[in-house]
């Protein structure tokens, strides 16, 4: 991966309370390196999903990071857990109450992926600035 142009990062703690902090931040560090519009808005998005399912499965006493890169025309949120569980892509039930987080990123993002080691889950999405 090439250097990025911004980069940033925040640390929260796995709480009901860390997907709307986690947008915002991602909203601000976006919007500060110039990417505002339906790319930011998208951002937002996704990251919210992300977090909230790092609450929901990731160990409930760990801290989740987010990272901001912006890379030429691309914004790269990385969310990142200790947990080891890895992410499935589920197409749920119009009427199901919850379980359609990825299939958003999936649908929304430019690309998108996950990986796990020793040090826990990372899930990662991208968003074309130029869309």
Do not use: K, Y
């Not at 976006?30 to 919210?48: F, I, K």
């Not at 609450?55 to 949120?77: E, F, I, K, Q, Y």
């Not at 947990?83 to 589920?90: A, K, S």
Request: glycine content about 10%.
């Amino acid at each position: 991966m090439r250097r990025p142009d911004a980069e940033d990062q925040i640390v929260v703690p796995a709480t009901p309370v860390a997907p709307r902090v986690a947008r915002r931040w991602v909203m601000r560090v976006a919007a500060g390196a110039g990417v505002g519009g339906a790319a930011n808005q998208v951002a937002e998005l996704l990251t919210g999903e992300l977090v909230a399912n790092t609450v929901v499965h990731g160990p409930s006493d760990a801290d989740v990071t987010v990272r901001v890169m912006l890379l030429g025309h691309v914004l790269r949120v990385e969310v990142h857990d200790e947990g080891h569980g890895r992410p499935v892509l589920r197409r749920t039930d119009p009427t199901a109450p919850n379980g359609r987080g990825l299939a958003l990123v999936d649908a929304l993002s430019t690309s998108w992926g996950t990986t796990s080691d020793a040090d826990g889950t990372l899930v990662w999405f991208e968003v074309d600035v130029d869309a």
